[in-house]
């Protein structure tokens, strides 16, 4: 009898053990299949946590793999001081809340996750073979959201996976290319930064064929997909500045290129009567933008009214409710980041985001690193295109709150290489 329940016992321990061992040896997979949950996780729909349950199991194997290193995790360096200062801040107001799910995994995405992939992304992927796991990893992501955008913009909802994409009773912008972010600001953000990832993939003769060149097609019709003035103002914006960073022909060809192949999705999207009636719609839409600037104002206000302390969380709804006469929300959200840092943690928080940005555009300054050689991905010529997605990234950030944890996730895990590659070259 003993003997038939210890067998089961031990062949469980067992495989648990070899299944830890595993992650161990490659925290690279690990990684990329939190990121990929996170994808998958938008804050509007209420799914089991997988991606929480993945990212406190990747930090404890990180921390098991330095452990047994006997090395010591980087800590103090550019970005990091001022982020654990937003963190603390934000995780102040949060314990002064009443306690709700959603208001920690807001914290969660918005400071939590970034913070710890920035300071393990440099420990996980710290040679060429798993930097070219990111790369493709990137790559197709990038091909599915582009895939699921322009069979929106074609109107192929049924074949659009998964289903709750096109539930039109969660998340908002149920009408335009959204992805699984229920959200399409946050879709074409992220379209955009892995559209510069692609770019610079080509620019190292890593992508042809078919399946490149599906994706140079593909990125401008999903961008004009998500019928989102800031996400194409980012996007144009990315383009143009690209030769200027980069200084690289065939980069200036691909720019030219993905131009084109823009401007023919958008001739043939107006060949459709309902493609145009749509575009012209969203472009005469001004609703939106008189909400924005009632609250711009009003939070500007407020930030006058208490510039050094903030506004805590539970007065903050109440005063704008008060100020915003003109709409009635049942909550009023400022869609500016920076603005809603000013009025929720007020000069002294400002600071540190912009003490965090000035830091994040220094990690790209050119240092030669051996796990990341010419020709490798996150290698010095794309740390000459690293101001261009910190470009794209600040202007979405204008028009919409930066709580999408897969985009913050991925931002500043090449940010936390850029710093490991810094910091091995320093020593």
């Not at 929106?152 to 909802?157: D, E, N, Q, R, T």
């Not at 500007?300 to 506004?311: C, K, R, S």
């Not at 049942?330 to 920076?338: G, I, K, L, S, V």
């Not at 919409?400 to 897969?406: D, G, K, P, R, T």
Request: charged content about 15%; some cysteine.
């Amino acid at each position: 009898m003993t003997q038939r329940i210890c067998q089961p016992l031990a062949f469980g321990i067992a495989s648990c053990a070899r299944s830890l061992q595993a992650l161990f040896e490659t925290p690279a997979i690990l990684f990329l299949a939190t990121l990929g949950l996170m994808l998958f996780h938008p804050m509007d729909m209420p799914v089991q946590s997988y991606d929480r349950v993945a990212f406190g199991l990747l930090i404890v194997v990180v921390l098991l793999r330095i452990c047994a290193s006997r090395d010591s995790l980087h800590i103090a360096g550019p970005v990091t001081w001022p982020m654990f200062g937003l963190l603390m801040l934000a995780l102040a107001d949060v314990l002064r809340q009443p306690y709700r799910a959603e208001t920690w995994s807001v914290f969660a995405a918005k400071w939590l996750i970034p913070f710890v992939f920035f300071l393990i992304a440099g420990r996980v992927f710290d040679n060429s073979g798993d930097l070219r796991k990111l790369e493709i990893f990137a790559l197709a992501t990038l091909a599915y959201l582009e895939i699921i955008a322009v069979v929106f913009l074609v109107g192929g909802k049924d074949f659009i996976f998964p289903r709750f994409i096109v539930d039109e009773r969660i998340g908002i912008h149920a009408d335009r290319a959204r992805g699984p972010f229920l959200q399409a600001v946050a879709n074409g953000l992220a379209l955009n930064l892995l559209g510069l990832i692609a770019l610079d993939s080509f620019r190292r003769k890593h992508r042809k064929g078919m399946f490149g060149a599906a994706l140079v097609i593909g990125l401008p019709i999903a961008i004009l997909a998500t019928k989102t003035r800031a996400v194409w103002l980012s996007f144009a914006a990315s383009i143009v500045a690209l030769p200027f960073f980069a200084r690289n022909r065939r980069l200036r060809k691909l720019c030219v290129a993905t131009i084109g192949c823009g401007c023919g999705g958008l001739v043939l999207l107006f060949c459709f009567a309902d493609g145009q009636r749509s575009m012209a719609d969203r472009l005469e839409e001004n609703d939106p933008v008189k909400f924005r600037v009632a609250m711009y104002e009003a939070g500007w206000d407020m930030f006058l009214a208490n510039p050094v302390e903030g506004w805590r969380p539970a007065a903050l709804q109440r005063e704008l409710s008060r100020r915003i006469s003109d709409f009635h929300e049942e909550n009023y959200y400022f869609h500016n980041t920076y603005l809603e840092i000013l009025v929720q943690h007020g000069v002294i928080g400002f600071a540190l985001y912009a003490w965090m940005i000035v830091d994040l555009f220094r990690l790209g300054r050119r240092h030669s690193c051996s796990c990341s050689p010419q020709g490798v991905f996150l290698d010095e010529g794309l740390r000459s295109l690293w101001p261009v997605f910190l470009i794209v990234y600040l202007i979405n950030a204008s028009c919409a709150v930066m709580n999408y944890q897969f985009v913050n996730g991925l931002l500043f895990t090449l940010a936390g290489v850029l710093a490991a590659q810094n910091h091995e070259a320093e020593f």
